[in-house]
């Protein structure tokens, strides 16, 4: 135990900083402590920096199922003893993955910690890998894998990522294709488990009424017989560029409203330019109300309840992406191509910047004001490099940017007439009024 | 054993003394009911106005009217023109947002504690001095029909419409909050403003200011902006003896375009009147369907195979409700042997002993769940104010781990005996249209 004391780094924080602190144990897994004792409950999170873009060709959805199992039981506990065990100390515990990381949640009072941790670790350096436990949440995941088709709003989305991503694996859900889920094994995810989830691959974030060492502490005597790996690095081609306009339509006679999605390759999260670009991308269609989007296609047109448009804040380069649920698609899409030309064009206005600053700088706060918002700040400055100081430097970053910055960022990340745009709905090629632009089947 | 005793005597002894010192609450003199609760952890500030109304005071032909008239509210003040109040609030940092359910509508801002009083600025002008011009009324009317087709063209909106417009023949619950359809595609400008009119009223109200703040100058500031405020009593019809006992079973099918099976099974359960019956029927619930060790869970999911998932809860409102069970299958044709085991762990939880372990899990996760709200000033905003408007005292949060405690085996068993019975079941379920499966 001292030995490992002894070689845990505690960076002290300037006084009034965020209290976060990073230590990094022996095996090179990371522990990022947010400190606060306002409320005597912890959160905990192991994030594996492999998700679903690790998946291996035709087995989407294996990062997603292997996450799952990683709560359902352990090599001395079955599956229904740590469900049991975890409802009994009324802890919630959940599991989830996105392209660039999986992640395996705890939420715990305070005096339960110890136990939690211990349930925690116990599946994740050990899964049990129950094959009756892995059938059960493979067709778990089939069912939900299932039941994104329900929503048109999702098929749209996922039909965008397969023009953009095509060989990617940005390009397939990640929550699994249905056809690979029900073809996943338990060996499968054995594998997955073996390669990815070594320390070095991991980081844990603890959020809450405990204090750093104790944290550290208890993660280290949980996880000193943890061995690192070489993880092999992951390089997938870039996404595809489209020439002119490229639509994919979906007829749907049942629907009352047409599902529209467009964009074209975007930047990755440590992309120079990502900060610019995302309070162009905010000041354009950040949200239904009170963005450009938001003026031209809800507040005077009337034409839908959301519109919005973002740019994918992923390690890989993602997309630009900008979405529009209507009766009527051609008007919505017009307007929306005219507003993106116009930012392309001119970039936003000063008074909008200045306006877009104040928001985030103002908002950050906020962000990070629950335990839940601390975990996600936390778990993305992490995941792609961004620095432990990060919180306390993001509101100088966003104040510092000026005008031309963004004006640059518009001019060179978006591009309105190089599109893929996909639409789900009850509505004719005809109808759509896209005059030149390549039908796809 | 040692772990279980101590869990036992601690989920005993959760109590609400922490959150009474935090809270200050008055009423205005025009009838404004105010609530701070102070909460420094992080320098913010959460302010929320509800009014008392929604699905529940909608007649029929004007079903959704609470919804259309809380987007109308985003729209024109005396002081804010289309599109700039949310500019407003989005250049000070902050959050905002409005929702309607069926008992009221809701409106909140978060913003950082030295600007937070700009919430207050635009509550009491939400509450007095809305615009409805009719132009900005058929652009809003527009976007509002998008919003209903969006639940329109999703299958499980559509299932638990269908669901609750089965379940009850009477009672407001069997509306839609957004409406049904012809009811949306008829609403007028005049329609909503007198909807305004009558109900969005500082006597009809509660402001609950959570945060980082002083009460005497959160006071101070409260009645600069709503002292001038004229109140007028509102009245309002209860429903609650409306709907009549069910006279028998209640099922149907409905096929939609879905590659998912799903089934609802409800059962008519008293209201929150009903206090001891209602924390039973809240136990219950969660014993029958609250995790992956309930009984529904172990016997569908894990034992039987024959679903994916499974989850069952109380409903928590105010007038007779529905304890309802909501099954993914594993295919269609599992459906009739899930309604067998449900049918039969019912008569189980009926007639057998039900162990001390099962209620202490329930009870702990009360417990924790207490805790975890307090994390966010948001949060503790939203649960005084749905409290108090809800069973009339905030303190009724505060009192609910306790109340759950004192459930006993018994009164759980006495619960089921009288309520999940096959003449208090409905049973829709959500099959893939033919050419779908």
Same mark, same amino acid.
Request: charged share 25%; hydrophobic share 40%.
């Given at each position: 135990?001292?030995r490992v004391?002894?070689?845990?780094?505690?960076?002290?924080?300037?006084?009034?900083?965020?209290?976060l602190?990073?230590?990094?144990?022996?095996n090179?897994?990371?522990?990022?402590?947010?400190?606060?004792h306002?409320?005597?409950?912890?959160?905990?999170?192991l994030a594996?920096?492999?998700?679903?873009?690790?998946d291996?060709e035709?087995?989407?959805?294996?990062?997603?199922?292997?996450?799952?199992?990683?709560w359902?039981?352990? %090599?001395?506990?079955?599956?229904?003893?740590?469900a049991?065990e975890?409802?009994?100390?009324? =802890?919630?515990?959940?599991?989830?993955?996105?392209?660039?990381?999986?992640v395996?949640?705890l939420k715990?009072?305070?005096?339960h910690? @110890?136990?939690g941790?211990?349930?925690?670790f116990?599946?994740?350096?050990?899964?049990?890998f129950?094959?009756?436990v892995?059938?059960?949440?493979?067709?778990?995941?089939?069912?939900?894998?299932r039941?994104t088709?329900?929503?048109?709003?999702?098929?749209s989305?996922?039909?965008?990522?397969?023009?953009?991503?095509?060989?990617?694996?940005?390009?397939?859900?990640?929550?699994?294709?249905? %056809?690979?889920?029900?073809?996943?094994? /338990?060996?499968?995810?054995?594998?997955f488990?073996?390669?990815?989830?070594?320390?070095?691959?991991?980081?844990?974030?603890?959020?809450?009424?405990?204090?750093?060492?104790?944290?550290v502490?208890?993660?280290?005597?949980?996880?000193?017989?943890?061995?690192?790996?070489?993880?092999?690095?992951?390089?997938?081609? @870039?996404?595809t560029?489209?020439?002119?306009?490229r639509?994919?339509?979906?007829?749907?006679?049942?629907?009352?409203?047409?599902?529209?999605t467009?964009?074209?390759?975007?930047i990755?999260?440590?992309?120079?330019?990502?900060?610019?670009t *995302?309070?162009?991308?905010?000041?354009?269609?950040?949200?239904?109300?009170?963005?450009?989007?938001?003026?031209?296609?809800?507040?005077?047109?009337g034409?839908?309840?959301?519109?919005?448009?973002?740019?994918?804040?992923?390690?890989?380069?993602?997309a630009f *992406?900008?979405?529009v649920?209507?009766?009527?698609p051609?008007?919505?899409?017009?307007?929306?191509?005219?507003e993106i030309?116009?930012?392309?064009?001119?970039?936003?206005?000063?008074?909008?910047?200045?306006?877009?600053?104040?928001?985030?700088t103002?908002?950050?706060? /906020?962000?990070?004001?629950?335990?839940g918002?601390?975990?996600?700040?936390?778990?993305?400055?992490?995941?792609?490099?961004?620095?432990?100081d990060?919180?306390?430097r993001?509101p100088?970053?966003?104040?510092?940017?000026?005008?031309?910055?963004?004006?640059?960022? =518009?001019a060179?990340?978006?591009?309105p007439?190089?599109c893929?745009?996909?639409?789900?709905?009850?509505?004719?090629?005809?109808?759509?009024?896209?005059?030149?632009?390549?039908?796809?089947? | 054993?040692?772990?279980?005793?101590?869990?036992?005597?601690l989920?005993?002894?959760?109590s609400?003394?922490?959150?009474?010192?935090?809270?200050?609450?008055?009423?205005?003199?025009?009838?404004?009911?105010?609530?701070?609760?102070?909460?420094?952890?992080?320098?913010?500030?959460s302010?929320h106005?509800?009014y008392?109304?929604?699905?529940?005071d909608?007649?029929?032909?004007?079903?959704?009217?609470?919804?259309?008239?809380?987007?109308?509210?985003?729209?024109?003040?005396?002081?804010?023109?289309?599109?700039?109040?949310?500019?407003?609030?989005?250049?000070?940092?902050?959050?905002?947002?409005?929702?309607?359910?069926?008992?009221?509508?809701?409106?909140y801002e978060?913003?950082?504690?030295?600007?937070w009083?700009l919430?207050?600025?635009?509550?009491?002008?939400?509450?007095?001095?809305?615009v409805?011009?009719?132009?900005?009324?058929?652009?809003?009317h527009?976007v509002?029909?998008?919003?209903?087709?969006?639940?329109?063209?999703?299958?499980?909106?559509?299932h638990?419409?269908?669901?609750?417009a089965?379940?009850?023949?009477?009672?407001?619950?069997?509306q839609?909050?957004i409406g049904?359809?012809?009811?949306?595609?008829?609403?007028?400008?005049?329609?909503?403003?007198?909807?305004y009119?009558?109900?969005?009223d500082?006597?009809?109200?509660v402001l609950?200011v959570?945060?980082?703040?002083r009460?005497?100058?959160a006071?101070?500031?409260?009645?600069?902006?709503?002292?001038?405020?004229k109140?007028?009593?509102v009245e309002?019809?209860?429903?609650y003896?409306?709907?009549?006992?069910?006279?028998?079973?209640?099922?149907?099918?409905?096929?939609?375009?879905?590659?998912?099976?799903?089934l609802?099974?409800?059962?008519?359960?008293?209201?929150?009147?009903?206090?001891a019956?209602?924390?039973?029927?809240?136990?219950?619930?969660?014993?029958?369907?609250?995790?992956?060790?309930?009984?529904?869970?172990r016997?569908?999911?894990?034992?039987?195979?024959?679903?994916?998932?499974?989850?069952?809860?109380?409903?928590?409102?105010?007038?007779?409700?529905?304890?309802?069970?909501?099954?993914?299958?594993?295919?269609?044709?599992?459906?009739p042997?899930?309604?067998?085991?449900?049918?039969?762990?019912?008569?189980r939880l009926a007639?057998e002993?039900?162990p001390?372990?099962?209620?202490?899990?329930?009870?702990?996760?009360?417990?924790?769940?207490?805790?975890?709200?307090q994390?966010?000033?948001?949060?503790?905003?939203?649960?005084l104010?749905?409290?108090?408007l809800?069973?009339g005292?905030w303190?009724?949060w505060?009192r609910?781990?306790?109340?759950?405690?004192?459930?006993?085996?018994?009164?759980?068993?006495?619960?089921?005996?009288?309520?999940?019975?096959?003449?208090?079941?409905t049973?829709?379920a959500?099959?893939?249209?033919?050419?779908?499966?």
């Amino acid at each position: 135990m001292n030995r490992v004391a002894a070689l845990i780094v505690i960076l002290a924080l300037a006084a009034g900083a965020v209290p976060l602190h990073r230590d990094s144990l022996p095996n090179g897994l990371v522990v990022l402590t947010y400190e606060d004792h306002s409320v005597p409950a912890v959160d905990v999170r192991l994030a594996c920096r492999s998700g679903a873009a690790r998946d291996p060709e035709n087995k989407s959805g294996l990062a997603g199922l292997v996450a799952d199992m990683l709560w359902r039981g352990s %090599a001395t506990m079955d599956d229904d003893s740590v469900a049991a065990e975890l409802e009994f100390l009324g =802890a919630r515990h959940s599991s989830g993955t996105d392209y660039d990381y999986s992640v395996v949640d705890l939420k715990v009072l305070t005096e339960h910690l @110890g136990r939690g941790l211990e349930l925690l670790f116990g599946g994740v350096l050990s899964p049990g890998f129950d094959p009756l436990v892995f059938e059960r949440v493979r067709a778990s995941a089939l069912s939900s894998a299932r039941r994104t088709h329900d929503s048109p709003r999702a098929v749209s989305m996922m039909e965008f990522d397969r023009l953009l991503f095509a060989g990617h694996p940005y390009g397939r859900p990640a929550g699994g294709d249905t %056809a690979d889920i029900q073809a996943l094994s /338990l060996d499968d995810a054995r594998g997955f488990h073996r390669l990815n989830y070594v320390p070095n691959n991991c980081f844990v974030v603890v959020v809450g009424d405990v204090a750093p060492a104790e944290a550290v502490r208890l993660v280290a005597e949980l996880t000193a017989d943890w061995q690192p790996a070489e993880i092999p690095a992951l390089a997938p081609p @870039g996404p595809t560029v489209p020439t002119g306009l490229r639509v994919r339509l979906v007829e749907r006679p049942d629907l009352t409203q047409s599902y529209v999605t467009l964009g074209h390759p975007g930047i990755s999260m440590t992309h120079p330019e990502m900060l610019a670009t *995302r309070l162009m991308a905010y000041i354009l269609g950040g949200s239904a109300l009170g963005s450009r989007f938001g003026d031209a296609v809800r507040e005077q047109g009337g034409l839908a309840y959301d519109v919005r448009c973002w740019f994918d804040r992923r390690s890989l380069p993602g997309a630009f *992406r900008a979405t529009v649920q209507t009766a009527d698609p051609a008007t919505a899409i017009g307007k929306m191509r005219e507003e993106i030309r116009r930012m392309h064009g001119e970039g936003p206005t000063a008074r909008e910047l200045a306006g877009a600053k104040q928001y985030y700088t103002g908002s950050f706060p /906020l962000g990070y004001s629950s335990s839940g918002g601390k975990l996600r700040l936390v778990t993305e400055a992490e995941l792609h490099g961004l620095g432990s100081d990060w919180l306390d430097r993001f509101p100088a970053m966003v104040s510092n940017l000026e005008l031309d910055e963004l004006k640059q960022a =518009a001019a060179r990340q978006l591009d309105p007439d190089n599109c893929y745009i996909t639409v789900i709905g009850n509505v004719t090629r005809q109808e759509l009024e896209l005059p030149g632009a390549t039908w796809l089947d | 054993m040692r772990t279980l005793l101590l869990l036992l005597a601690l989920c005993l002894a959760a109590s609400g003394a922490g959150i009474e010192d935090a809270v200050t609450e008055y009423e205005l003199a025009n009838g404004l009911h105010v609530i701070i609760y102070v909460d420094s952890s992080a320098p913010v500030v959460s302010t929320h106005a509800w009014y008392r109304v929604g699905a529940y005071d909608e007649p029929r032909g004007l079903t959704g009217i609470s919804h259309m008239t809380e987007h109308m509210t985003f729209k024109h003040t005396d002081r804010y023109t289309p599109g700039t109040f949310h500019r407003t609030v989005d250049e000070a940092g902050g959050y905002n947002n409005g929702f309607t359910s069926t008992y009221y509508t809701g409106y909140y801002e978060d913003l950082a504690r030295d600007r937070w009083e700009l919430a207050l600025e635009l509550e009491a002008a939400r509450m007095a001095r809305c615009v409805f011009d009719p132009e900005e009324f058929a652009t809003e009317h527009q976007v509002v029909t998008e919003e209903w087709r969006l639940g329109r063209n999703n299958p499980s909106t559509r299932h638990w419409q269908a669901f609750e417009a089965l379940a009850y023949t009477a009672h407001p619950h069997r509306q839609p909050v957004i409406g049904w359809g012809d009811d949306v595609a008829r609403y007028t400008a005049d329609k909503v403003r007198d909807w305004y009119e009558r109900y969005y009223d500082p006597a009809n109200a509660v402001l609950v200011v959570a945060g980082d703040i002083r009460p005497e100058a959160a006071r101070k500031l409260i009645d600069r902006h709503f002292g001038r405020l004229k109140g007028k009593p509102v009245e309002r019809t209860d429903f609650y003896d409306l709907e009549p006992e069910p006279d028998g079973e209640r099922r149907a099918e409905l096929r939609l375009r879905t590659r998912n099976p799903s089934l609802l099974v409800g059962y008519r359960i008293p209201g929150f009147r009903d206090t001891a019956d209602y924390y039973a029927g809240e136990m219950l619930g969660a014993i029958l369907g609250g995790g992956r060790t309930s009984r529904l869970y172990r016997r569908l999911v894990i034992g039987d195979g024959l679903a994916t998932e499974v989850w069952a809860s109380a409903g928590v409102t105010l007038d007779p409700d529905l304890l309802y069970i909501s099954v993914r299958p594993r295919s269609e044709s599992d459906i009739p042997a899930i309604e067998v085991a449900i049918q039969e762990e019912v008569v189980r939880l009926a007639e057998e002993p039900i162990p001390a372990i099962e209620l202490t899990r329930v009870c702990n996760q009360v417990r924790a769940d207490y805790v975890f709200a307090q994390d966010r000033v948001s949060t503790m905003a939203r649960v005084l104010a749905a409290n108090h408007l809800l069973h009339g005292d905030w303190r009724a949060w505060t009192r609910y781990p306790d109340r759950v405690t004192r459930v006993t085996p018994e009164q759980v068993r006495q619960f089921a005996r009288n309520y999940l019975t096959r003449e208090r079941r409905t049973v829709v379920a959500l099959l893939p249209a033919k050419d779908e499966s």
